[in-house]
């Protein structure tokens, strides 16, 4: 059992960061706040990552499309993995690191965001998204561990749980995705 409570006794210790960062708590309201201007504008909201962080994409883009807290209309957001006939097929003719980018290439347009996640903030077909959307004009919004990584500098928002462990970072980047999510929700549409 002490295996257990030492393991949820990091994650707080974590979360307790972010609590108490008015860096990061600065960086989450203004990732809401650009994702929120974009759908106003009717834009969409592009997600990407691997393994973890992309069923953590997956998850996000499914709490605005579907519904979060309450019944209201769906927000376009996808995942960017979800096809793996586009996924496998690039991957074998261009390179695994061309997957995102080129998805972005072909549906992203001026105004949309793109959130990529990554807990080392290096993943390369991540960060060829990134440079893919800002050639675009999408705004880039990054979660990702405690030193961002290449993606520090690439971003327009960066949010870098401060955690060198994955899971940790992994379940950070669910609860700040949350957070975003219910600052969208209850901004755009009245609750009934």
């Known amino acids: 059992m002490n295996r257990i409570s030492n393991i949820i006794n990091?994650?707080?210790?974590?979360k307790k960061e972010i609590l108490n960062s008015d860096?990061?708590?600065?960086?989450?309201e203004n990732a809401a706040e650009i994702i929120i201007e974009a759908y106003r504008n009717k834009?969409?909201?592009?997600?990407?990552?691997?393994g973890g962080s992309a069923a953590d994409a997956q998850h996000l883009a499914a709490e605005l499309s579907g519904r979060f807290y309450y019944d209201r209309p769906p927000l376009a957001a996808e995942a960017l993995h979800v096809n793996t006939s586009y996924m496998t097929a690039v991957a074998n003719d261009y390179s695994y690191?061309?997957?995102?980018?080129?998805?972005?290439?072909g549906v992203g347009n001026h105004g949309d965001i793109l959130v990529g996640l990554s807990t080392s903030g290096n993943s390369k077909n991540v960060i060829k998204a990134i440079e893919q959307a800002q050639r675009l004009g999408m705004k880039t919004v990054s979660l990702t561990g405690s030193t961002g990584g290449k993606m520090k500098d690439l971003s327009d928002i960066l949010i870098n749980v401060p955690s060198n462990d994955t899971p940790r970072i992994q379940e950070s980047?669910?609860?700040i995705g949350h957070i975003i999510c219910e600052i969208v929700e209850s901004t755009l549409f009245l609750k009934p």
């Open 10 to 14: 990091d994650s707080i210790e974590v």
């Open 23 to 28: 860096k990061l708590l600065k960086s989450i």
């Open 43 to 50: 834009k969409k909201v592009l997600f990407c990552g691997n």
């Open 97 to 105: 690191d061309e997957v995102f980018a080129r998805y972005i290439a």
């Open 173 to 175: 980047h669910i609860m």
